[in-house]
C-alpha cells in the first residue's frame, strides 16, 4: 500500500482529533451536569449515570475495536466511529430525559470506543510500514518521534479546554452546546480521514461472542449494582444480587478464556508479576481519581453555589498541573525507584483528595488553586509510573492484550470510581444529619480514604522492579550497593 507523504503526516493530527474530542468530551460534561439536571427535571445527584453509561461503553468495547478493524479496515471502522459519536452528540443535545440522554451516551462510547484505539492504530502501522518498506520516502520533514508528543498534545488540550469551555457554554449558551460542539469537529475530522486514512486490515478469526456476552454483560450487572447502592430504598436490596451476578459472569468468561484458542481478551498476561500488581495498583487507586473530575465541580455547584463557569475555571489548575508533571515525572522516577514513588504518591493523592473537605464557602477560591495544581501534579506522576510498570515487561506477543486490558482498566475505573463516590454520598446524604455541603466533605473523606489504602497495593512491587525501564537506574543502585558494603 501506498500512502503519500501529507497523508503519513496528517495522520497523527487525526489520531491528536480524535483524542482531543475524547477527553473534550469527558470533561467538558461534569461541569454542566447541575444545568442539564436543572433542566430535565432531575437531582444533580442522579446524573452520575451520564458519566457512567459512557465510560463503560467505551471499556466494553475498546477489547473489540482492534479485531473491527483488522476485518473492516482501519478507515470504515474510523469514519463509522466518528459518524457515530457525532450522531450520538446530537442526540444528546436533543435529549428531553435523563433516560433518553443516557441512551445517547451509550451512542457516543460505541462510536468512542473505536475512534482514538483505531486513529491509533492506523498511526502505529502506518509508521511500521514505512520502516519496513524504506522505498516510501514519506517526506524528509517527518520523524516517527513527533507522533507521541502530536497525540498527547490533542488529549492534554482537550482535558485543560474542556471545563473551561464547559462552564462557559452553560453560562452563556445554554448546555445542549457542549455536544452540538462535537459536530463540525467530527464533520471536518471525516471529511479529512477519508482523503488521507489508510485503509489497513489485518488477520482475524472469528469473533468471540461469547467471551463478550460474559464479560460485557458481567460488567454492566456489576456497575449497575455499584450504581443502585445509595438510591432509593426499594432498589437498594437489588444491588448485592447484581454485583454478584456480574461477579459470576466474570468468573464464568475467566474460565471461558482459558479453554478458548482465541478468546477476547487473553489472560494469561496476568501470570508477569508487574503487570499484575500495575493492573490491580489501576483499579483501587483511580477509584479516588476517577472520580475528582465529577465531584469537585459537583460540591462546587450544588454545595457551595458557585456558577458553572467558576467550576470549570477551577478545574483548569488540575489538568496544568498534570501538563506540568509530564516534564519530570521520569525523573522522580529515576530517583526513587517504582516502588517508591507508587506508594508515596499515591498515599498524598490519598491525603489531598481527603483535605477537600475542609472547603467551606468562607474560604476563598484562590486557595483552591494551589491544591488542584498539587493534585494534577501527583496524578499525572502516578498515571505516568502505573502505566509504564504495567506494560514495560510485557513480552512481544502479549503487547496487544495488556495494552487492551490497561485500557479496559482506564476506563472501568473512572466508571466504578463515579458510581461508586456517588452511592457514598447518596448513603451520607440518606442516614446521616448535616447539609448537603457536610456530605460532600463526609464523600471525599471517604474517597480520600480509600485512596490512601490504595498505596498499599504497589508494597507489593519488588524494589528492582522497572529499573530496566529507566537507563542509569540500575546501574547507580548497583553502585550505591558497592559503596555501602565497602564501608
Same mark, same amino acid.
Given at each position: ?44 445527584? !442522579?446524573?452520575?449515570? #451520564? /458519566? &457512567? @453509561?459512557?465510560? %463503560?461503553?467505551? =471499556? *466494553?468495547?475498546?477489547? $473489540? ?89 490533542? !488529549?492534554?488540550?482537550? #482535558? /485543560? &479546554? @474542556?471545563?473551561? %469551555?464547559?462552564? =462557559? *457554554?452553560?453560562?452563556? $449558551? ?94 494469561? /498476561? ?218
Amino acid at each position: 500500500m501506498r500512502i503519500s507523504p501529507g497523508g503519513m503526516a496528517g495522520l497523527p493530527l487525526i489520531a491528536a482529533a480524535a483524542f482531543f474530542m475524547q477527553a473534550l468530551d469527558a470533561t467538558i460534561l461534569n461541569t454542566a451536569l447541575p444545568a442539564i439536571a436543572e433542566s430535565l427535571g432531575e437531582s444533580p445527584l !442522579a446524573m452520575q449515570m #451520564t /458519566v &457512567v @453509561g459512557y465510560t %463503560l461503553t467505551v =471499556a *466494553l468495547l475498546i477489547p $473489540a475495536s482492534g479485531w473491527f478493524a483488522d476485518r473492516f479496515g482501519t478507515r470504515n471502522v474510523f469514519l463509522f466511529a466518528v459518524a457515530l459519536f457525532v450522531l450520538g452528540s446530537l442526540s444528546c443535545a436533543l435529549s428531553g430525559s435523563l433516560r433518553m440522554l443516557v441512551l445517547s451516551r451509550v451512542i457516543q462510547g460505541i462510536g468512542g470506543a473505536m475512534m482514538m484505539p483505531v486513529a491509533r492504530l492506523a498511526v502505529l502501522q502506518a509508521f511500521l510500514l514505512k520502516l519496513v518498506f524504506t522505498a516510501l520516502t514519506l517526506g524528509a520533514g517527518f520523524r516517527g518521534g513527533e507522533i507521541v508528543p502530536v497525540l498527547f498534545t490533542g !488529549a492534554a488540550f482537550g #482535558t /485543560v &479546554v @474542556g471545563p473551561l %469551555l464547559g462552564g =462557559a *457554554l452553560v453560562t452563556y $449558551a445554554g448546555w445542549h452546546w457542549i455536544f452540538l460542539i462535537n459536530i463540525p469537529v467530527g464533520l471536518a475530522g471525516m471529511l479529512y480521514a477519508w482523503r488521507i486514512m489508510p485503509q489497513f486490515t489485518g488477520p482475524h478469526g472469528p469473533f468471540d461472542f461469547t467471551g463478550f456476552a460474559f464479560f460485557g454483560l458481567g460488567l454492566a450487572l456489576f456497575s449497575g449494582g455499584l450504581e443502585l447502592f445509595g438510591g432509593r430504598a426499594e432498589s437498594k436490596g437489588l444491588a448485592p444480587f447484581l454485583l454478584l451476578a456480574g461477579v459470576a459472569l466474570l468468573t464464568l468468561y475467566a474460565r471461558h478464556a482459558r479453554r478458548n484458542q482465541a478468546p477476547l481478551i487473553r489472560l494469561g /498476561v496476568f501470570r508477569i508479576h508487574t503487570f499484575r500488581v500495575g493492573i490491580a495498583g489501576n483499579v483501587v487507586s483511580r477509584l479516588g481519581t476517577g472520580c475528582m473530575p465529577y465531584l469537585m465541580p459537583l460540591m462546587l455547584q450544588v454545595g457551595l453555589g458557585h456558577p458553572a463557569l467558576t467550576a470549570g475555571m477551577m478545574m483548569a489548575p488540575m489538568a496544568l498541573g498534570s501538563l506540568t508533571a509530564k516534564t519530570f515525572a521520569v525523573r522522580v522516577l529515576r530517583r526513587f525507584g517504582y516502588r517508591n514513588t507508587l506508594v508515596g504518591v499515591t498515599a498524598c493523592i490519598g491525603l489531598m483528595i481527603a483535605q477537600f473537605s475542609l472547603q467551606t464557602p468562607s474560604l476563598p477560591l484562590w486557595m483552591l488553586i494551589l491544591p488542584m495544581i498539587l493534585l494534577g501534579m501527583a496524578m499525572s506522576t502516578q498515571f505516568t509510573a502505573m502505566n509504564s510498570i504495567t506494560l514495560g515487561d510485557l513480552a512481544q506477543e502479549h503487547v496487544s492484550t495488556g495494552n487492551s486490558l490497561l485500557a479496559v482498566t482506564q476506563q472501568l475505573s473512572i466508571s466504578f470510581g463515579v458510581a461508586s463516590s456517588t452511592a457514598v454520598l447518596r448513603l451520607f446524604n440518606a442516614l446521616a444529619p448535616g447539609s448537603l455541603l457536610d456530605h460532600f466533605h463526609e464523600t471525599f473523606l471517604t474517597v480520600g480514604g480509600v485512596t490512601l489504602l490504595a498505596s498499599l497495593v504497589f508494597l507489593f512491587l519488588r524494589r528492582g522492579d522497572g529499573d530496566a525501564l529507566l537507563p542509569g537506574r540500575g546501574e547507580r543502585r548497583a553502585s550505591s550497593g558497592k559503596q555501602r558494603s565497602s564501608r
